[in-house]
């Protein structure tokens, strides 16, 4: 296998070759050692609705947050190996705005995440974080 060979991990890929949903990587050892580029899409509505009346139903209020970090850790274990042997690469590709609501609104389920996070931005996402955008559109 060549190198630069990346397998996807994404619920909205799952026909194209080379790419699995994260039910589907749950478990599977068929990834250890591959690089993999994941997705962090934004939940379908109906999961949003059924996991805010199990947060109304246990007193919680972080299960949406701990549902995201879950299926990261989930897809995150499944090239690493066994402690994390090897030198895989990992690639999680997250909205900007859904990992800003991890971060404002569900504090702490980031920590909750059993591997690194390094935060990448292109240069238009930089332009957009710093606020310069509404303020030129002012």
């Known amino acids: 296998m060549a190198k630069d060979s990346w397998f996807i991990v994404s619920n909205r890929v799952k ?10 990587a749950r478990g599977s050892n068929a990834l250890i050692g591959r690089d993999i580029l994941q997705t962090m899409p934004w939940m379908t509505p109906f ?19 701990l549902r995201h970090i879950d299926e990261f850790n989930q897809t995150r ?44 931005m292109d240069s238009d996402r930089r332009y957009e974080a710093t606020g310069r955008a509404k303020s030129r559109a002012a």
């Not at 949003?48 to 947050?65: F, I, K, S």
């Not at 994390?84 to 569900?106: M, Q, W």
């Open 15 to 24: 026909t194209l070759t080379d790419t699995m949903t994260h039910v589907g």
């Open 77 to 120: 274990g499944r090239n690493l190996g066994f402690r994390h042997r090897g030198d895989a690469r990992h690639t999680l590709l997250v909205n900007l705005r859904l990992l800003k609501v991890l971060v404002e609104h569900h504090a702490g389920v980031l920590g909750r995440a059993r591997y690194g996070l390094c935060l990448h």
């Open 47 to 65: 999961e949003y609705e059924q996991l805010q009346a199990l947060n109304a139903w246990t007193g919680r209020n972080d299960l949406v947050g």
